[in-house]
């Protein structure tokens, strides 16, 4: 974790705002009208974590970069993308010998152009992205691979994340037909320790074997939930707890007969949950959710459609007994429209996390995607890797009417860029007509920006059908962490006199 050093003696301001957080240093002394309103500035170093992305021999995975123009950026930088096996800061392995620096699998050359690179089989690595100057502002990296038949066959995609220390992952399983990992991969050149904690209907699954969890320098783990446990239950909440350290953590559910994808982790614990992008033509829903405090949570349950909030029938609320994981089967929820879901609070606020387990099609023709719990858009979100026909955007206005900028950057092989802006009522969720740009080759990325109204909710669906199965997988797009507020300061020549 970096922090933003501010020296007031000297009366020089260096600023290093770097994703995930900032702070300012200021000696005790000062006075207390040293600090100034922040100021929102561009963040200088940015790293993404990508897992491993199949068991599959039949696997091929293409990796998306991109990053948006951002305001305020200098002219130097550079991003790239290596196998999280690669060699230490200073050129030592893990046992001290010197490795020959990998070739990254990809370098973005600019920022507003995707650059995109691919792997097949079940031996690609997990991998380790650092990005740089004019690179880091908004920098994302999609992870998208398509598996022809087997378990967990379809489409799976996943963000690559930035690392942390906490992960709350609703909608894992042990059941007999699910095979659920979670990859845990670190970055870094200290050792980490996870703790995974696995919590069912009735509480805690005993388990000593999720206890201190090491995960090697710069090395990638991929833990399966079958081995914590000898419990087979349908609807698990997985909880990574990083004692020292950080990782990046992800669940890769795959199912015998309903395909497969990746689990992103839900948002912090909070009282109101927002699940967007719902596709309109799902044949199943179901809502899992966990409270991890010491309160039962109540919770009422609304879908936002096009035309404004509906109440479930039938599933109008939804109570949550503290440690323990509910679900709640919705069927066909958003009969033909766009949806998203949003849980508030009936009485006591009480946090929560949650996802959605979301099937397409019918008999063996189904595939399943998760829609966890997330934040909103914020100043500006990104989404990498999309197409001209299988990409549908999904914006949400869960309290006051948004009007919102969408703009497609020039395509990777070419293509040049377009915006469009859009009006979100209150209380409805839209599927968009998201721009295209002209001339399109290769995939493209799309910014999301809030212009005006209250805060929105997004989230983008990748459709690819082989051989008659319905492949799909679903990214939310919360802020894309492209600039960091840093706190002004002027030069205070007191603190000399103390």
């Known amino acids: 974790m970096k922090r933003t050093t501010l020296s007031l003696i000297a009366g020089a301001t260096a600023l290093a705002a770097v994703t995930g957080f900032a702070a300012l240093d200021t000696p005790?002394?000062?006075?207390?009208?040293?600090?100034?309103?922040?100021?929102?500035?561009?963040?200088?170093?940015?790293?993404?974590?990508?897992?491993?992305?199949?068991?599959?021999?039949?696997?091929?995975?293409?990796?998306?970069?991109?990053?948006?123009?951002?305001?305020?950026?200098?002219?130097?930088?550079?991003a790239e993308l290596q196998p999280a096996t690669q060699q230490s800061a200073d050129g030592t392995g893990d046992k001290g010998g010197k490795k020959k620096a990998a070739k990254p699998v990809l370098e973005p050359k600019e920022p507003g152009k995707p650059v995109t690179g691919d792997a097949s089989g079940a031996d690609s690595p997990a991998l380790v992205g650092t990005a740089e100057g004019k690179f880091a502002p908004g920098w994302t990296l999609q992870e998208t691979t398509e598996v022809a038949a087997g378990t967990g066959r379809g489409l799976q995609g996943v963000n690559c994340t930035e690392p942390d220390t906490d992960f709350w992952f609703p909608g894992a399983s042990t059941a007999a037909d699910r095979t659920d990992y979670v990859h845990l991969t670190n970055p870094d050149d200290s050792a980490a320790v996870v703790d995974i904690e696995l919590y069912g209907k009735d509480g805690a699954l005993q388990s000593t074997v999720g206890e201190g969890i090491t995960v090697q320098p710069h090395s990638s783990e991929p833990i399966l939930l079958s081995t914590l446990t000898d419990e087979k239950q349908e609807n698990l909440t997985v909880h990574v707890n990083v004692r020292s350290g950080r990782v990046g953590a992800a669940v890769q559910a795959l199912d015998d007969r309903l395909g497969g994808d990746w689990l992103a982790a839900s948002t912090d614990p909070a009282a109101s949950l927002v699940l967007p992008g719902i596709?309109?033509?799902?044949?199943?829903?179901?809502?899992?959710?966990?409270?991890?405090?010491?309160?039962?949570?109540?919770?009422?349950?609304?879908?936002?459609?096009?035309?404004?909030?509906?109440t479930p029938a039938g599933n109008e609320t939804l109570h949550v007994k503290a440690g323990m994981t509910t679900a709640v089967d919705l069927g066909d929820v958003t009969r033909g429209?766009?949806?998203?879901?949003?849980?508030?609070?009936?009485?006591?606020?009480?946090?929560?996390?949650?996802?959605?387990?979301?099937?397409?099609?019918?008999?063996?023709?189904?595939?399943?995607?998760?829609?966890?719990?997330?934040?909103?858009?914020?100043?500006?979100?990104?989404?990498?890797?999309?197409s001209a026909k299988g990409t549908t955007l999904s914006l949400t206005a869960p309290s006051r009417a948004a009007e919102v900028k969408v703009t497609a950057s020039a395509g990777s092989d070419g293509g040049t860029a377009a915006s469009k802006t859009y009006t979100i009522k209150a209380g409805t969720t839209q599927n968009v007509e998201a721009p295209v740009p002209s001339g399109l080759k290769g995939t493209y990325a799309l910014t999301v920006e809030p212009v005006s109204g209250g805060p929105v909710y997004a989230a983008r669906t990748l459709t690819a059908t082989e051989e008659g199965v319905p492949g799909f997988t679903i990214q939310t797009l919360p802020d894309d962490r492209g600039t960091v507020a840093v706190p002004e300061a002027d030069e205070q020549l007191s603190v000399l006199q103390k």
């Open 279 to 310: 596709p309109k033509d799902a044949t199943a829903v179901r809502l899992v959710a966990f409270t991890p405090g010491d309160s039962d949570a109540d919770l009422k349950v609304r879908l936002l459609s096009p035309s404004g909030a509906i």
């Open 28 to 78: 005790e002394a000062a006075g207390p009208d040293t600090a100034k309103a922040a100021a929102e500035l561009p963040v200088e170093r940015t790293s993404l974590l990508c897992p491993a992305p199949s068991i599959s021999d039949l696997a091929e995975t293409s990796y998306t970069s991109f990053t948006p123009v951002t305001k305020g950026t200098g002219s130097d930088g550079k």
């Open 337 to 386: 429209e766009a949806g998203s879901l949003i849980l508030t609070p009936t009485d006591q606020s009480v946090p929560v996390v949650a996802a959605l387990r979301v099937v397409r099609g019918k008999g063996n023709d189904q595939e399943t995607a998760f829609i966890p719990a997330t934040s909103p858009v914020g100043k500006r979100a990104t989404s990498a890797d999309n």
